[in-house]
Every structure is written in structure tokens, then in C-alpha cells.
């Protein structure tokens, strides 16, 4: 087995530091193998969030190597082991302990965007019809597992702490699900514009490229819901349109 050298944050909301751990690794381990290994032999007291180890629960974010990844997904042999890895908690949310963050501030934010509404049935029998090009439109946003790295990498929260401002790119992905639902409607652009903060994106795609889901944060849900928002309050045209359907 070979030996690698592991810095981990440790400490607590009122201090913390890296801790250097040494510690043998073997061929297919992950980062949370790791981890683990340390805490059953060198640190037993050391915090880490953890579920599935499948990388489906979301649980395991942190930062490797100062980007925000899945421990579970993060393979050793992707990483230069010739160097000290360093392992830390994500630095959008309050630290708690160690690798733990408190993310409860992202399940708040969710019970603010109004929720799903469908349109009322195309049938007497109560069914409705779409095209399936509709339907394939929001299923690349279902595969979200609300790891919220996209969140942790956002400088509008991560940097600006515009925490009460902006929703993050986790949430627009969730109102770009119910916003191009074909069965849907909501109208949200007016919470998109104000109280969701949409024009705090500047659409720099670092979200999308720390998603382990793959989902196109910004090309797929957020740039669409900006042209929404454009179209519906800053454009003359789409302005009027919105006035004379309100009229009909």
C-alpha cells in the first residue's frame, strides 16, 4: 500500500486549523474511504457527514483540494498524492464542525418558491396532453441530489454572502423545473426578478461545472429563466404582450 498525507479542517464555528494525517491507500478508494480510515485509526472524533457512499444522497460535499466535490465520487487516483490532499467543509454555509456545514438555510429557501400548479385537465376524464418534447425538457432538473455544491461555488453566496438576497443556482434549477413543467401555471418572474435575486447571476458556469449530476445549471434552467424575466419587465414588446393577454 502506499501512504499519503491528508490535511483536514478541524475545529469548530469559533476556531479550527489543518491537521495533517498520514495514512495508507490502496487502489479504487475514494476520498471518503479516507476519511473513514482515519477516523476508525487516528481520529475518532472527527466530524464528517456521510449517507449512501454512492454518490446519490448529496451528504458528503466538501472542498478537496479547494474545489467543491462529493467525497464519495472523488477518486484518489484523480488526485496528485504526491502533495498533501486537503479536505475542508464548503464555505457558502456555517460551519458546525469539522467537514460539517449547517445547509438547513437551502430547505428554507425552498419553501419560499411557489410550489407546483397544474392547469386544469384537457379531458372530462380528468387527463391531460402533452408533447413529449415538453416532458423531456425538465427531467435533466430532476436529477438534482441537493448536494448543493453548485451553491458552495456560487460567489454571490460564497464570497458576497448574499444569502437573503439570492437563492442560488440549486433553487433556479428548481424553478426552472416547475417554471417549463408543461402542466404548470405559476408565474414566477416576478419572485425571479425581486425576491430571488436572478440578476445577481452573471452566469460564469462554475456551477455547472462542479455538478455531479452533470445537470447544464446555466445554459439549461438559469439563462432561460433570465430571458423570461427580460422578456416579461425590460422588454417594450413582451411588456405589452403580458399587459393585453392580462386584459383578455
Request: aromatic share 8%; with cysteine.
Amino acid at each position: 500500500m502506499k501512504q499519503a498525507v491528508f490535511k483536514i479542517w478541524r475545529g469548530d464555528q469559533s476556531s479550527g486549523a489543518f491537521r495533517a494525517y498520514t495514512s495508507e491507500v490502496s487502489e479504487g478508494m475514494v476520498v471518503l474511504d479516507a476519511v473513514h480510515r482515519i477516523q476508525a485509526s487516528q481520529a475518532n472524533d472527527l466530524a464528517c457527514r456521510w449517507n449512501c457512499k454512492a454518490g446519490k444522497c448529496g451528504s458528503c460535499s466538501a472542498e478537496i483540494n479547494g474545489l467543491p466535490r462529493l467525497m464519495c465520487m472523488t477518486r484518489l487516483s484523480d488526485l496528485p498524492l504526491d502533495q498533501p490532499v486537503t479536505i475542508e467543509p464548503m464555505k457558502a454555509f456555517p460551519h458546525v464542525r469539522d467537514l460539517v456545514t449547517d445547509v438547513s438555510w437551502n430547505f428554507r429557501v425552498k419553501k419560499k418558491i411557489r410550489p407546483f400548479k397544474p392547469r386544469p385537465p384537457d379531458a372530462p376524464d380528468g387527463t391531460w396532453r402533452m408533447a413529449q418534447a415538453d416532458v423531456d425538457r425538465v427531467q435533466e432538473f430532476r436529477k438534482c441530489i441537493e448536494c448543493f455544491l453548485c451553491q458552495d461555488v456560487c460567489h454571490v453566496l460564497r464570497e458576497h454572502q448574499k444569502h437573503e438576497q439570492f437563492i442560488g443556482p440549486r433553487f433556479l434549477v428548481y424553478t426552472a423545473a416547475l417554471e417549463m413543467h408543461p402542466l404548470d401555471s405559476e408565474d414566477r418572474a416576478e419572485e425571479l426578478r425581486k425576491a430571488h435575486g436572478i440578476g445577481y447571476c452573471n452566469i460564469t458556469k462554475c456551477c455547472t461545472k462542479v455538478c455531479p449530476e452533470n445537470i447544464t445549471i446555466t445554459d439549461n434552467a438559469i439563462i432561460p429563466l433570465k430571458e423570461r424575466v427580460v422578456d416579461d419587465f425590460y422588454d417594450p414588446l413582451g411588456k405589452l404582450i403580458k399587459l393585453l393577454r392580462l386584459k383578455t
